[in-house]
Structure formats: structure tokens, C-alpha cells
T-cell receptor
Framework: KNEVEQSPQNLTAQEGEFITINCSYS?????LHWLQQHPGGGIVSLFM???GKKKHGRLIATINIQEKHSSLHITASHPRDSAVYIC?????????????FGEGTQLTVNP | KAGVTQTPRYLIKTRGQQVTLSCSPISGHRSVSWYQQTPGQGLQFLFE???????NKGNFPGRFSGRQFSNSRSEMNVSTLELGDSALYLC?????????????FGPGTRLTVT
């Protein structure tokens, strides 16, 4: 069993739909990251959170530390949101910036 | 501030050769991490350097090594290349933003081993 698991692996939506991607982890963490990777490889950090909820534009990330679960929501999805979304955690025992990653969710938003 | 840069962006090598990849972090960042991304294994942590010292190391064979210079630029080296080393190699520089490190990824170096 992977330390970080995401669901679904693939997601296809129509423009305007509300999207949720889930992440569950099995270790104690100090922070959880949501990353976005477009074709070509570049990775952009969307959120880093350790509790509660964060919002940036149409993106919302939540985390429940007790349940070891986080969700990434995209409201009013758009074709430009098509990308791979990756959940990553920083182990609470580590002294550095080392991350452990989920397998990613491939999101396709059709016009 | 300029972003994280990686050179070269693309590389083709033959089995048995060695390769050196370079990463220049965001100015002021002292931590640089390296990651390998393959279709089969996803993203995996290679190692992290902080102020010229290796702070963390992932579960990779000794053929994978790295170093960091006094200006925080980092290099990673892979010796005796194998076909399975074909991957996208990403580096990230980070800054402490409690409770974690905000990470900024470079564009990656795509290595193909033939």
C-alpha cells in the first residue's frame, strides 16, 4: 500500500463542472502539497496546507488531519485546468523538504 | 526573482555512460531537492542538499549522487547508465514557510538512455 493514494486516477469533466480529487495518506505529516503538472513536465505548486482550508481563485484545498485525508476542488472547471494533479506529503519526522507523492490524477476538461 | 533553472533540458545517452545534470535554485534558497519521474514509478525523491550538505537521501542505488556548491547550485550525477534511468529529472528549490517547505520546481531534464 502506497503511503499516499489519490483518487480517481483519471477524470473527465465538461466545462463548468465542479471537480473533486481526493488524497489519503498513511503517515503522520507536517504539510500536504497539491501540485499541478502540465504536458511537457513543468510542476507548479498550488497549495501547501497543514490544517483547514485554503482557496485560490477557483481552486479550494481542504485537509482533515484526524482522517488523514485531503481534497482538491475546482469550481467552474475550464479546459485550461486539464493537467495532472499530484498530492504530496512531507513526513512529520523528516528534517528537510523531502516529499512523498501520490500517483497523480489526470484531469481532462472538455469544452 | 528568476525561477529554478535546469540544464540541459534534454539529453540522450547510451547505456554505460554517465551523465551530469545541473540545477540553479531561486536566489536565496539554500535547499535543493532532486526527483525522478517515470511512467511506472511516478515521482520519487532522490536526495536533498542544504548548505552544501546532503540532508536526505531516497532509496536509489549508489550510481546516483549529487552535490551542492557554495552558491547553492546543485548537480546530480548518474554513472553507468541503465535503460531504466530514462526519466524526467526535476529539481526543486525550497524555502521554509512553516509548517513545511514551499517548493519551486524547475522545468526538468528529460534523459533518454538507449
Amino acid at each position: 500500500k502506497n503511503e499516499v493514494e489519490q483518487s480517481p486516477q483519471n477524470l473527465t469533466a465538461q466545462e463548468g463542472e465542479f471537480i473533486t480529487i481526493n488524497c489519503s495518506y498513511s503517515v503522520g505529516i507536517s504539510a500536504l502539497h497539491w501540485l499541478q503538472q502540465h504536458p511537457g513536465g513543468g510542476i507548479v505548486s498550488l497549495f501547501m496546507l497543514s490544517s483547514g482550508k485554503k482557496k485560490h481563485g477557483r481552486l479550494i484545498a481542504t485537509i482533515n488531519i484526524q482522517e488523514k485525508h485531503s481534497s482538491l476542488h475546482i469550481t467552474a472547471s475550464h479546459p485550461r485546468d486539464s493537467a495532472v494533479y499530484i498530492c504530496a506529503v512531507r513526513d512529520g519526522e523528516t528534517s528537510g523538504s523531502r516529499l512523498t507523492f501520490g500517483e497523480g490524477t489526470q484531469l481532462t476538461v472538455n469544452p | 526573482k528568476a525561477g529554478v533553472t535546469q540544464t540541459p533540458r534534454y539529453l540522450i545517452k547510451t547505456r554505460g555512460q554517465q551523465v551530469t545534470l545541473s540545477c540553479s535554485p531561486i536566489s536565496g534558497h539554500r535547499s535543493v531537492s532532486w526527483y525522478q519521474q517515470t511512467p511506472g514509478q511516478g515521482l520519487q525523491f532522490l536526495f536533498e542538499y542544504f548548505s552544501e550538505t546532503q540532508r536526505n537521501k531516497g532509496n536509489f542505488p549508489g550510481r546516483f549522487s549529487g552535490r551542492q556548491f557554495s552558491n547553492s547550485r546543485s548537480e546530480m550525477n548518474v554513472s553507468t547508465l541503465e535503460l531504466g534511468d530514462s526519466a524526467l529529472y526535476l529539481c526543486a528549490s525550497s524555502s521554509w514557510t512553516g509548517p513545511g517547505f514551499e517548493q519551486y520546481f524547475g522545468p526538468g531534464t528529460r534523459l533518454t538512455v538507449t
